[in-house]
């Protein structure tokens, strides 16, 4: 029976990620490297996203590294997961409803001694998927003449995580983090004035590595609080372009895969603390703060600027008994809300992102293996003349599969 409903759930993501899309179609993947995605595993995302103090004991917690010390002795865990997205985007002129199915993540974790333990893990880290048709712009210092652009970008950054996490006391534990960034992002865009049909086609490539120092500590068997700490860091890029004019003349080839340097992005400092308290073993109430220091990168968009972000998570969990005959026992439920500043300013408005979620965790077997739901609802920006705002419905499955491995077998 069990190898049989584990079969069926990876059938399934087989099927999900077989008719995956791009990660994101929102607008607002326009500015900078892209919209920046944030892969939540286990029952994170039903949570608020909040987990900086969770333990790994029951799934791979990316949230803290330092969390993978609590994954049992001899234990492997493997993680898959993905999310099916239905959007609205409005402003003050129209309503357009999309539909999107995202790879998540893949990860696997395991401990080397008693007291470390290691992760791998697999996730995007931005993504460029926009479209612009027949903006009508002005000519600078013309009062009477305008251009048309189109505008099309795809693309993206990944992100491969290699962790290592140290026990140094029965409280205390610190992790390592190593994130290597790589992608490229394409933006194809059409100039057209009178009788004139300037094309630009440009290509960026992005690599660069970025260190995470974290720490968790229990105070208590009933209380942790944990650290993040993302370092400032440099992601270097190089583009090839292509500029093309049409006009009565004909065509003509100005610039034909020409290969450039252009300006690197930089990644801000990012510092998250948090902190989890349980009450007898089955409500469980987890917070998380994390403030990103774009300021201090001193970089803006040809669109808008970046400013100083903050994030709020706040999530509930309940379970009624950790081991039980009962199947329904060992259910979790969990609810939480999310609150984002957001990094984007554009005429001087915040690009905000208001969620609520709701899921829960469900047993595959008597170890750890269970596959997460969580539904959100949220918003992010406003509508005003130069905004658009998403209101989105977000589904998340997550699955967590339990081994043991590296146990000598016993004869009788």
């Given at each position: ?104 993540h893949f990860a696997f974790a395991f401990p080397i001694t008693k007291k470390s333990a290691v992760s791998v893990a697999m996730m995007p880290y931005s993504s460029s998927s926009f479209k612009i048709s027949g903006l009508k712009i002005p000519i600078i210092d013309s009062s ?97 372009q292509s500029v093309t004019v049409t006009n009565t003349s004909g065509t003509y080839d100005l610039e034909d895969e020409v290969k450039s340097n252009t300006d690197d992005f930089y990644l801000p400092l990012e510092i998250g603390v948090g902190f989890n308290k349980s009450f007898k073993n089955k409500l469980n109430i987890t917070f998380d703060y994390e403030k990103d220091f774009w300021d201090a990168t001193n970089q803006s968009d040809l669109y808008g ?108």
């Amino acid at each position: 029976m069990k190898k049989s409903c584990l079969l069926l759930v990876l059938v399934f993501f087989t099927s999900f990620f077989s008719h995956s899309q791009s990660i994101s179609t929102s607008p607002y993947s326009l500015y900078g490297l892209g919209s920046l995605y944030e892969a939540n595993f286990g029952l994170i995302p039903s949570l608020g996203t909040a987990g900086v103090a969770l333990s790994s004991e029951n799934f791979i917690n990316n949230k803290n590294a330092a969390s993978l010390v609590d994954i049992p002795e001899n234990n492997f865990f493997f993680e898959v997961g993905g999310k099916g997205i239905q959007t609205s985007f409005e402003n003050s002129q129209r309503v357009e409803n999309r539909n999107n199915f995202q790879f998540s993540h893949f990860a696997f974790a395991f401990p080397i001694t008693k007291k470390s333990a290691v992760s791998v893990a697999m996730m995007p880290y931005s993504s460029s998927s926009f479209k612009i048709s027949g903006l009508k712009i002005p000519i600078i210092d013309s009062s009477n003449e305008y251009y048309y652009l189109d505008v099309l970008g795809t693309g993206g950054l990944n992100n491969l995580d290699f962790s290592y996490a140290y026990k140094v006391s029965n409280k205390l534990s610190f992790g390592l983090t190593g994130s290597v960034l790589f992608g490229n992002t394409t933006d194809n865009r059409t100039y057209e004035i009178n009788n004139s049909v300037t094309t630009i086609d440009k290509k960026v490539s992005y690599s660069g590595i970025r260190p995470i120092l974290s720490t968790q500590f229990k105070a208590d068997p009933s209380l942790t609080f944990g650290l993040n700490v993302k370092s400032p860091s440099r992601v270097n890029a190089s583009k090839i372009q292509s500029v093309t004019v049409t006009n009565t003349s004909g065509t003509y080839d100005l610039e034909d895969e020409v290969k450039s340097n252009t300006d690197d992005f930089y990644l801000p400092l990012e510092i998250g603390v948090g902190f989890n308290k349980s009450f007898k073993n089955k409500l469980n109430i987890t917070f998380d703060y994390e403030k990103d220091f774009w300021d201090a990168t001193n970089q803006s968009d040809l669109y808008g600027t970046f400013s100083n972000q903050e994030k709020f998570g706040l999530g509930f969990s309940y379970q009624k008994k950790k081991v039980s005959r009962n199947y329904f026992d060992r259910i979790k439920y969990a609810t939480g809300f999310n609150y984002d500043t957001g990094y984007l300013e554009v005429d001087n408005k915040k690009i905000e992102d208001k969620s609520f979620s709701v899921g829960l965790s469900l047993p595959l077997d008597q170890l750890s293996s269970s596959l997460f739901i969580s539904y959100s609802y949220g918003q992010k920006g406003q509508i005003t003349n130069s905004l658009v705002q998403e209101n989105y419905h977000k589904l998340t499955l997550n699955l967590n599969l339990d081994g043991i491995w590296f146990v000598r077998k016993k004869l009788d």
